[in-house]
């Protein structure tokens, strides 16, 4: 009976020490990854086949849909193959952008633009695949956007 008294610290200790590993794990495991910077080569690809862009805002009263061909190619443009700094998941997207070739989806992206989130972050099967920093151009492009928006609210 004595030895179980003694050995009874030892076996909570070690029930306490395995338990906190196995808490660790499990934290490892849903660590959100962030998505690599999307491939120079793949913008290309958008670049060169894209037919039609769509952009799907959340909080504006319209959506804006390019067909034009120089167009859709300065909307390529504002998107930097590099990984943005500080990605917050916790910031909500402005709008989605949807890249068609021939009538098929190519590229679907959802685009950040509040206060210090201003990236891209790219899907596929619904999971971010990539993510691209936004260049100047796109900046400006989506605060013109902003500023057309409270226009149009101010004058409605």
Known sequence: MKIFYLLLPLMLFIACKSSNEDTSVEKE?????????IAPAKLVQIFENCDHIDFIFTNLPFSISQDDKSSIQQTVRQIE?????????????????????????????????E?????YLFYEDGKPKYSASMTQAGITFYNN????????NANG
């Open 81 to 113: 193959p590099r990984k943005p700094e500080g990605i917050d998941f916790s910031c909500n997207y402005m709008a989605e952008q949807i890249f068609m070739s021939e009538g098929e989806i190519i590229l679907d992206a959802k685009i950040f633009f």
């Open 115 to 119: 206060g210090k989130c201003t990236y």
């Open 145 to 152: 956007i902003l500023a057309q928006a409270k226009a149009t």
């Open 29 to 37: 495991e849903t660590t959100i990854q962030l998505p690599p910077a």
